[in-house]
């Protein structure tokens, strides 16, 4: 079952606020803009530490009393800057694309950047399915999601999506990563097939399942919490 549109939408009411007060600042001030009882927004703001959108510090202060906790929103940095503008190149391939006729715009532009990443030597060929994961994980590491697999590998885990903010309201976003992802592993030759992306069957987290396309499929087994 997928997070609750309203949690999401709470949050980036709580991600505004602190990115308008332009300090940081603690979480009653933030309850106090937005009517939110404390630890409700003390509860958005740690989610948010967790999600990399925060920071939190311990007030330094010289006179008596307990330091408060503060938070302030964290600037883009160059990995969510390069994981935008991979979602908006892809767009944009993919607007040519339907603009052509082609009826699976998505798909043509996940390959036209799968393939351009090879061109570039950002991904390389492998041909083997160990290396294929890890070369795919990799690349996703770069684009800002914490990545890792399980023992046997046949999930990838995606943590830490720099789109967290956005997909409540735009969820074709979490389309396009499967489609990349797709793309990605058939850039790499590996034999590897995407068949689902669960997104988001709990906070913060998305399992895309691997199919190891040169032997007969099996079930998964039974999901395990990544560690």
Excluded at 25 to 36: F, R, S, W, Y
Excluded at 151 to 169: K, V, W
């Amino acid at each position: 079952m997928g997070a609750d549109p309203n949690t999401h939408a709470r949050r980036d009411d709580v991600l505004e606020a602190l990115r308008a007060l332009d300090r940081p600042a603690a979480a009653t001030e933030v309850a106090a803009a937005l009517d939110l009882h404390p630890n409700t927004a003390r509860g958005h703001l740690e989610l948010l530490v967790h999600l990399g959108q925060a920071t939190r510090a311990i007030e330094e202060r010289d006179r008596r009393g307990r330091p408060r906790v503060l938070y302030a929103a964290t600037a883009m940095t160059a990995t969510a800057v390069e994981a935008f503008r991979t979602l908006a190149t892809v767009l944009a391939l993919e607007l040519a694309a339907v603009a052509k006729g082609d009826p699976d715009g998505a798909t043509t532009a996940s390959r036209e950047w799968a393939d351009s990443l090879v061109k570039a030597g950002r991904l390389r060929p492998e041909g083997d399915r160990e290396a294929s994961v890890r070369e795919v994980g990799s690349l996703f590491a770069d684009l800002g999601f914490g990545v890792s697999t399980e023992p046997l590998g046949d999930r990838l885990y995606l943590r830490r999506c720099p789109f967290a903010a956005q997909i409540a309201d735009l969820p074709a976003i979490c389309e396009l990563h499967h489609s990349l992802l797709s793309a990605a592993f058939a850039a790499t030759g590996g034999h590897v097939e995407v068949p689902t992306l669960e997104v988001l069957p709990r906070p913060d987290l998305c399992v895309a399942a691997l199919r190891d396309v040169s032997r007969p499929a099996l079930p998964l087994p039974p999901q395990e919490d990544p560690a």
